[in-house]
């Protein structure tokens, strides 16, 4: 309980006077109540003071805008981690640009991007949406993101603030780090985005962290939010919290808490957070403070009269061919034998088949928040068929990959009450009493279709269509509490009554349990499920359920071996494998690191009679690729976006070469990981950062272990020679290295020089290598080039606990000049 206010916050000052003057004209009240959003995505506005409604919205690799509807387009960039293995701030700053412009087109002020969370377990479930493992490539890459997209005077919501790395119970978990562990690691992304890009607004995130000096939610971490970041870093811009995190009124407006989101209900609006300002339990210099950060960021956005947004810098003419070439460049070369990539005269191919379950349907983007709704995609087969214009492309599905049972097809459903298409609806009262009834069509029910206030549950009705014969699967997911009955059988209920918060923020509407039964094909079969309507005032009224449906199929068995008899007759067998959006999800972490289904068997059955076949990889985390030694030629492709397929055919076909670099560390073995999980422990609920700074490459190295591919492996499609390296101290403690870089191969290449630092015996701990500094250089074969690489003097400082601060210590450090963590070309010395 808190006995005695804080200290008023620190003045700040890119608070000018025209702000302060403009807060003086609004009442307390009108203040307090500009601290809560207005909706989902606008903040309110206050015209007296020339204030617009600013809007905020979803999108790390594009806009989704402020509802999610099929004629609410996008663009859809390759998810982040793919911007990050270009190791190419110049890209990553026109993908911001893109990015920001995109957002101009739907009318949104504020990006909630980018992600520079630190991917600590590859089974995140949104380890695709951030950057890397690294600390220092989270941070560089992420910032010329931010400065791409705050080029063109849109703002960024740089998030999650902070150690909220996994989605396990994400919004309850303790996160226990240690301080040199959340200053070396953890922060390093936010604080350079904070102090060197200057991100306009900040999320803070759901979990709790325990630092050593204080144990709160993000929302209300006074030593975090205001003593580090405000006071510390001289933070100017909003602190805004995760949507629906903050649970209480006094302690997140005191922690350095600015935003609650979203609106209009939560704990500091309908006169709550003006209440405790009257009661004495805030100060109004704290609500002045918050309300100045807004209109701060509104000069900033153009939402303020008098204030126009930073001049646009345009830095991308054509947005959907810079797409479809970043996507092509972040492409990962894993094995490259006999020099068979690209492929040497497209003109000559005749055949191709394309196999496996991403070759169907290639998985561009991942699910949660980071969904955007593009235009269009390219599949696999018309990408193939564009690069390879004397070929004939077929597309073979070779087994299956999907971890829940598939949707239904709407043309199947039909009202048993009215005859007419779709799901009859009837919304039941505690006591069974139907208070209305309606028809519902899509059977991936997510709806927010205002029903009766005295709704308890809501009971689904359709005939399913199954006149093939032979077994069909009939079946219902749904969330809470539930009765489904298949035929009239009961085939399971639950009493589990859960909360729309437990929902929605769990993202458990989307990966569900399915309940169902098998039944002879040949006429209709019923469903009905009963299930729980979800109320509260964060996420409005909802229902979730799925009326799910697997008609007749071929064995799995059956499918490889037809996939391998294709593969045989083929001049060029393409094999596309990869995850879901079953598997990588805000919302849920993997329990393994699996190819799902039976993709590895139809590999390892196709490269026993086609050696030669291409290996595609379409995932965003790492997976374990057991037959990757044994393959000629395997690519990693990640969620390419919007160009779907046309990123790793114009790779084959010899358009763009492959230039991307692993930013993670890729496994051979799940048993091997450094960090394989991240389940919250105990009653706290916590998750012990206990590998403190050695995350990812480092806690490989530590260990001893090695992994099938290492941080930074990237074979491109040339060869590379490095010589004359040359270390020199910077006038600011720092380090320059330059590297003569020649290209001995035979076709232009883009290399990316990668320099790591090993340290002198220290009492404090230190990491056995980590990442100092990179460049990237292209080159015309045969050809050399001087690559210069500037070491910030941070590289070499750690953090003491002992004082509390950021020293160097003295002695000799070993530079490493290479092509990854593990190949290194080139070592010097350096003192400091």
Same mark, same amino acid.
């Given at each position: 309980m808190i006995t005695t206010l804080p200290s008023a916050p620190r003045p700040n000052p890119s608070f000018s006077e025209d702000l302060r003057a403009r807060?003086?004209?609004?009442? %307390?009240?009108?203040?307090?109540?500009?601290?809560?959003?207005?909706?989902?995505?606008?903040?309110y506005a206050r015209p007296q003071i020339g204030l617009r409604e600013v809007v905020v919205s979803d999108g790390p690799t594009g806009i989704r805008g402020e509802e999610v509807i099929e004629d609410e387009h996008s663009i859809s960039l390759p998810n982040p981690t793919a911007i990050a293995a270009t190791w190419d701030r110049d890209l990553a700053v026109k993908a911001g640009s893109v990015h920001a412009e995109e957002a101009k087109r739907h009318g949104v002020d504020v990006i909630l991007a980018p992600v520079v969370n630190i991917q600590r377990t590859p089974v995140g479930g949104r380890h695709f949406e951030a950057q890397s493992e690294d600390p220092l490539l989270s941070a560089e890459i992420g910032c010329a993101i931010i400065d791409g997209i705050q080029g063109e005077g849109i703002g960024v919501c740089v998030k999650h603030f902070i150690a909220n790395d996994s989605e396990t119970l994400r919004t309850e978990y303790l996160s226990r780090v240690s301080e040199q562990g959340l200053r070396e690691v953890y922060m390093a992304p936010f604080e350079k985005a904070c102090t060197s890009?200057?991100?306009?607004?900040?999320?803070?995130?759901? =979990?709790?962290?325990?630092?050593?000096?204080?144990?709160?939610?993000?929302?209300?971490?006074?030593? %975090?939010?205001?003593?580090?970041?405000?006071?510390?870093?001289?933070?100017?811009?909003?602190?805004?919290?995760?949507?629906?995190?903050?649970?209480?009124?006094?302690?997140?407006?005191?922690?350095? %808490?600015?935003?609650?989101?979203?609106?209009?209900?939560?704990?500091?609006?309908s006169g709550q957070l003006l209440k405790a300002v009257q009661d004495g339990l805030v100060s109004e210099e704290h609500i002045d403070d918050k309300v100045l950060r807004i209109l701060l960021l509104a000069s900033r956005v153009g939402a303020l009269d008098g204030y126009e947004p930073a001049t646009p810098a345009h830095a991308v003419a054509d947005a959907d061919d810079f797409i479809r070439t970043l996507a092509a460049r972040a492409v990962v070369v894993l094995a490259n034998k006999n020099d068979a990539l690209p492929v040497p005269v497209p003109e000559t191919i005749g055949s191709i088949a394309l196999i496996g379950p991403n070759a169907v349907n290639t998985f561009v983007q991942g699910g949660g928040s980071a969904l955007v709704n593009p235009e269009r995609t390219y599949t696999a087969k018309e990408a193939f068929s564009?690069?390879?214009?004397?070929?004939?492309?077929?597309?073979?599905?070779?087994?299956?990959?999907?971890?829940?049972?598939?949707?239904?097809?709407?043309?199947?459903?039909?009202?048993?009450?009215?005859?007419?298409p779709g799901i009859h609806v009837e919304a039941l009262a505690d006591d069974g009493t139907v208070l209305m009834e309606t028809t519902w069509q899509d059977p991936d029910i997510?709806?927010?279709?205002?029903?009766?206030?005295?709704?308890?549950?809501?009971?689904?009705?359709?005939?399913?269509?199954?006149?093939?014969?032979?077994?069909?699967?009939?079946?219902?997911?749904?969330?809470?509490?539930?009765?489904?009955? !298949? =035929?009239?059988?009961?085939?399971?209920?639950?009493?589990?009554?859960?909360?729309?918060?437990?929902?929605?923020?769990?993202?458990?509407?989307?990966?569900?349990?399915?309940?169902?039964?098998? !039944?002879?094909?040949?006429?209709?079969?019923?469903?009905q499920a009963e299930v729980q309507y979800y109320t509260g005032d964060n996420w409005s009224h909802f229902v979730r359920a799925v009326i799910q449906h697997i008609p007749p199929e071929p064995t799995s068995s059956e499918l490889i071996k037809a996939a391998v008899e294709r593969a045989k007759a083929v001049d060029l067998p393409v094999v596309i494998v990869g995850t879901n959006a079953d598997v990588e999800s805000e919302g849920w972490d993997r329990s393994n690191l699996d190819l799902p289904g039976e993709q590895d068997l139809l590999v390892e059955q196709i490269l026993a009679v086609r050696p030669d076949a291409v290996i595609i990889v379409n995932a965003g985390a790492p997976v374990i690729l057991p037959w990757l030694d044994r393959a000629n030629t395997v690519l990693w492709t990640w969620f390419p976006g919007q160009e779907g397929g046309r990123p790793v055919a114009d790779v084959l076909s010899g358009r763009t070469e492959p230039s991307g670099r692993l930013p993670w560390t890729l496994p051979g073995s799940y048993a091997d990981v450094p960090v394989p999980d991240a389940i919250p422990v105990g009653e706290d609920l916590v998750v012990d950062y206990a590998d403190g700074i050695d995350v990812g490459y480092r806690g490989?190295?530590?260990?001893?272990? *090695?992994?099938?591919?290492?941080?930074?492996?990237?074979?491109?499609?040339?060869?590379?020679?490095?010589?004359?390296?040359?270390?020199?101290?910077?006038?600011?403690?720092?380090?320059?290295?330059?590297?003569?870089?020649?290209? *001995?191969?035979?076709?232009?290449? =883009?290399?990316?020089?990668? !320099?790591? %630092?090993?340290?002198?015996?220290?009492?404090?701990?230190?990491?056995?290598?980590?990442?100092?500094?990179?460049? =990237?250089?292209?080159?015309a074969p045969g050809s050399h080039a001087r690559a210069e690489i500037t070491i910030a003097r941070r590289a070499f400082e750690v953090w003491d606990e002992a004082t509390h601060a950021w020293i160097v210590p003295s002695g000799t450090y070993r530079v490493l000049i290479g092509r990854n963590v593990e190949d290194i070309r080139l070592t010097a010395t350096i003192d400091q």
């Amino acid at each position: 309980m808190i006995t005695t206010l804080p200290s008023a916050p620190r003045p700040n000052p890119s608070f000018s006077e025209d702000l302060r003057a403009r807060l003086a004209k609004l009442t %307390l009240e009108e203040k307090c109540e500009l601290l809560t959003g207005k909706t989902h995505w606008r903040l309110y506005a206050r015209p007296q003071i020339g204030l617009r409604e600013v809007v905020v919205s979803d999108g790390p690799t594009g806009i989704r805008g402020e509802e999610v509807i099929e004629d609410e387009h996008s663009i859809s960039l390759p998810n982040p981690t793919a911007i990050a293995a270009t190791w190419d701030r110049d890209l990553a700053v026109k993908a911001g640009s893109v990015h920001a412009e995109e957002a101009k087109r739907h009318g949104v002020d504020v990006i909630l991007a980018p992600v520079v969370n630190i991917q600590r377990t590859p089974v995140g479930g949104r380890h695709f949406e951030a950057q890397s493992e690294d600390p220092l490539l989270s941070a560089e890459i992420g910032c010329a993101i931010i400065d791409g997209i705050q080029g063109e005077g849109i703002g960024v919501c740089v998030k999650h603030f902070i150690a909220n790395d996994s989605e396990t119970l994400r919004t309850e978990y303790l996160s226990r780090v240690s301080e040199q562990g959340l200053r070396e690691v953890y922060m390093a992304p936010f604080e350079k985005a904070c102090t060197s890009s200057g991100a306009w607004s900040i999320m803070a995130s759901y =979990n709790r962290l325990d630092d050593g000096v204080e144990s709160a939610p993000a929302v209300a971490h006074h030593h %975090l939010l205001t003593e580090i970041l405000k006071d510390e870093w001289g933070y100017d811009g909003l602190v805004v919290s995760d949507w629906t995190a903050t649970k209480t009124t006094v302690e997140p407006a005191l922690g350095g %808490l600015d935003l609650v989101m979203p609106g209009p209900a939560g704990p500091w609006s309908s006169g709550q957070l003006l209440k405790a300002v009257q009661d004495g339990l805030v100060s109004e210099e704290h609500i002045d403070d918050k309300v100045l950060r807004i209109l701060l960021l509104a000069s900033r956005v153009g939402a303020l009269d008098g204030y126009e947004p930073a001049t646009p810098a345009h830095a991308v003419a054509d947005a959907d061919d810079f797409i479809r070439t970043l996507a092509a460049r972040a492409v990962v070369v894993l094995a490259n034998k006999n020099d068979a990539l690209p492929v040497p005269v497209p003109e000559t191919i005749g055949s191709i088949a394309l196999i496996g379950p991403n070759a169907v349907n290639t998985f561009v983007q991942g699910g949660g928040s980071a969904l955007v709704n593009p235009e269009r995609t390219y599949t696999a087969k018309e990408a193939f068929s564009l690069a390879f214009p004397n070929a004939t492309v077929e597309v073979i599905e070779g087994t299956r990959a999907r971890v829940n049972p598939p949707t239904a097809h709407a043309d199947r459903l039909t009202n048993p009450v009215t005859d007419e298409p779709g799901i009859h609806v009837e919304a039941l009262a505690d006591d069974g009493t139907v208070l209305m009834e309606t028809t519902w069509q899509d059977p991936d029910i997510f709806s927010k279709e205002p029903l009766p206030h005295e709704t308890a549950t809501v009971r689904l009705t359709t005939d399913i269509a199954i006149p093939e014969p032979g077994e069909h699967w009939v079946g219902a997911a749904m969330p809470g509490a539930h009765i489904v009955r !298949v =035929n009239d059988d009961l085939v399971s209920a639950s009493d589990e009554k859960l909360t729309s918060d437990q929902v929605y923020l769990r993202s458990q509407h989307r990966n569900v349990p399915s309940y169902g039964k098998a !039944v002879a094909g040949g006429g209709t079969a019923r469903l009905q499920a009963e299930v729980q309507y979800y109320t509260g005032d964060n996420w409005s009224h909802f229902v979730r359920a799925v009326i799910q449906h697997i008609p007749p199929e071929p064995t799995s068995s059956e499918l490889i071996k037809a996939a391998v008899e294709r593969a045989k007759a083929v001049d060029l067998p393409v094999v596309i494998v990869g995850t879901n959006a079953d598997v990588e999800s805000e919302g849920w972490d993997r329990s393994n690191l699996d190819l799902p289904g039976e993709q590895d068997l139809l590999v390892e059955q196709i490269l026993a009679v086609r050696p030669d076949a291409v290996i595609i990889v379409n995932a965003g985390a790492p997976v374990i690729l057991p037959w990757l030694d044994r393959a000629n030629t395997v690519l990693w492709t990640w969620f390419p976006g919007q160009e779907g397929g046309r990123p790793v055919a114009d790779v084959l076909s010899g358009r763009t070469e492959p230039s991307g670099r692993l930013p993670w560390t890729l496994p051979g073995s799940y048993a091997d990981v450094p960090v394989p999980d991240a389940i919250p422990v105990g009653e706290d609920l916590v998750v012990d950062y206990a590998d403190g700074i050695d995350v990812g490459y480092r806690g490989w190295r530590r260990l001893g272990r *090695t992994p099938a591919r290492p941080f930074g492996f990237g074979l491109g499609w040339t060869t590379w020679e490095y010589a004359d390296a040359d270390v020199r101290q910077a006038p600011d403690g720092g380090a320059t290295v330059a590297v003569t870089i020649s290209n *001995t191969g035979t076709r232009s290449g =883009n290399e990316v020089v990668q !320099v790591y %630092l090993e340290a002198p015996p220290s009492d404090t701990p230190r990491p056995l290598r980590w990442l100092a500094g990179f460049a =990237n250089v292209e080159v015309a074969p045969g050809s050399h080039a001087r690559a210069e690489i500037t070491i910030a003097r941070r590289a070499f400082e750690v953090w003491d606990e002992a004082t509390h601060a950021w020293i160097v210590p003295s002695g000799t450090y070993r530079v490493l000049i290479g092509r990854n963590v593990e190949d290194i070309r080139l070592t010097a010395t350096i003192d400091q």
